[in-house]
């Protein structure tokens, strides 16, 4: 709405000037998922949970990889595109799709107790699925990476090696600088300071700010010492505003006058919906406990933050025929997700008591 497309608030100069800010949206998001893969709190959930929402996050992004390759395939025979274009389109719409979001789920699990009883192991499989979605984008920035345009520099190896070892430096900057004693503001500026340096280097080498601060924040939250309920409070401090920005960052990208843009988007959810049906329903083969009906499947298509900010850093650095499309794709179905999470997961509620006369 405040890009070019309406308002021309935000215009792409403009947008080439908050880079800085861009990044360091990205790069807080991957931190904040990442932070909350701490081991000593995790050790407390069942080891088959974490596993089947590992194969939960498989068999979607398979069925999704596999879907979009063919669809794009055709595509690419109908309008000239070429192959290095075809496959990171596909890539991104896997990693953006595999993504699910348990704020929708969370919201309604809290309605009532009967809720909470018949979603609480769906919320957590849907919690815990993300390292698939993040090892597929390390994957396209590692070896789909821009340079290859030109001809590569560097193998996929190398690059993957380079997106943990920053993680990894993050991770012990902030560990040692945090220990001293500090207020809640200056630990704040030490995290927004240390996500801005990693930010910026992944940047420089052309990597995905999300990865690397995912990988950061794995790290730090298991090393000896942490402090999980203050660094919540610091991290919450600074959540909502960076989402806000983030959004209005997406708006302004987003160019949706492309007419393909929108008849992709049908075949996008559609693909989306098979693939996320198909790895609930394998799972809770082998769950009995995720009570398996229909409407359940609302708590598992809801997208959330994390694909947004996937797509926005996909936008800065891959341009092509096919980025409108992925960017439509991403944005637009992810309103229409949430909107059919919502109402699907309306038929999971137990019924309205009867009001008493």
Known sequence: MFGSNIFNIVTPQALRQLDPIIYLGLGWVGFIVGIQFEWRLMAHLPKRIFL??????????????????????????????????VWTTAVILTACGAVSSSLTLHYYARSSTEAAKKLHILEYLVSLHVFVPILTLAFLYSFFHIDQVDGARHSGWVWLGIHHAVGFGLALILFYLLKVRLTESERELLILGGITLSAGVAAYLHLS??????????????????????????????????????????????????????????????????????????????????????????????????????????????????????????????FINELLAGRLLQGVLPPPEPQKS
Not at 70 to 80: E, N, P, Q, R
Not at 238 to 248: G, K, N, W
Not at 258 to 287: C, D, T
């Open 52 to 85: 089947l929402a590992q194969m939960e996050g498989l068999l979607s992004s398979a069925i999704l990889f596999t879907g979009l390759l063919i669809v794009l395939g055709f595509t690419a025979k109908i309008f000239a595109v070429g192959r290095f274009d």
């Open 209 to 334: 700010p999300v990865v690397i601060c995912f990988i950061a924040g794995i790290i730090f939250a298991n090393l000896p010492g942490f402090n999980n309920l203050l660094m919540e409070n610091v991290l919450r401090h600074a959540e909502r505003p960076v989402y806000f920005i983030m959004l209005i960052l997406a708006g302004s990208l987003w160019n949706f006058k492309s007419l393909f843009a929108w008849g992709f988007l049908v075949i996008y959810i559609l693909i989306r919906l098979l693939a996320k049906g198909f790895a609930l329903w394998a799972v809770s083969r082998a769950e009995p406990r995720l009570r398996l009906r229909f409407p359940t499947l609302g708590g598992i298509i809801a997208q959330g933050p994390l694909a947004i900010a996937m797509v926005v850093g996909y936008k800065q650095l891959y341009a092509g025929p096919l980025l409108d499309t992925v960017v439509t794709a991403i944005l637009a179905g992810g």
